[in-house]
């Protein structure tokens, strides 16, 4: 049974960081792609960014370039988001994906989600 539990969610104020984590459990990742999307009260879930578990490449969503950080730790199973000045707009629950489709930024290509964590920055 795979399963995906997020952890590291918080408040915090603008500016500052966080990092969230994803433990992966259930199979092997290997050629999947891991996916970190948020969703904020009354919007759609959104993609944040991307990472194939086994080459590392990435990808990231305009509105966090050069702010978040997606990497992973093969050993341990885990993905984090590294997440760097934060602002009010990122406010949202996270929420960690596993699917198999090349660095996908399409929430229907991810196959196994988690439950969330939320975070929240404020102003």
């Known amino acids: 049974q795979v399963q995906l539990v997020e952890s590291g969610g918080g408040s915090v104020q603008a500016g500052g960081s966080l990092r969230l984590s994803c433990a992966a459990s259930?199979?092997?990742?290997?050629?999947?792609?891991m996916g970190w999307f948020r969703q904020a009260p009354g919007k759609e879930r959104e993609f944040v960014a991307t990472?194939?578990?086994?080459?590392?490449?990435?990808y990231y969503a305009d509105s966090v370039k050069g702010r978040f950080a997606i990497s992973r730790d093969i050993a341990k199973n885990t993905v984090y988001l590294q997440m760097n000045s934060l602002k009010s707009e990122d406010t949202a629950l996270y929420y960690c994906?596993?699917?198999?489709?090349?660095?996908?930024?399409?929430?229907?290509?991810?196959?196994?989600w988690g439950q969330g964590t939320q975070v929240t920055v404020s102003s």
């Open positions: 990472i194939m578990f086994s080459g590392g490449s990435t």
């Open positions: 994906a596993a699917g198999r489709r090349l660095l996908s930024r399409t929430i229907r290509e991810y196959d196994y």
């Open positions: 259930g199979r092997t990742f290997t050629g999947y792609a």
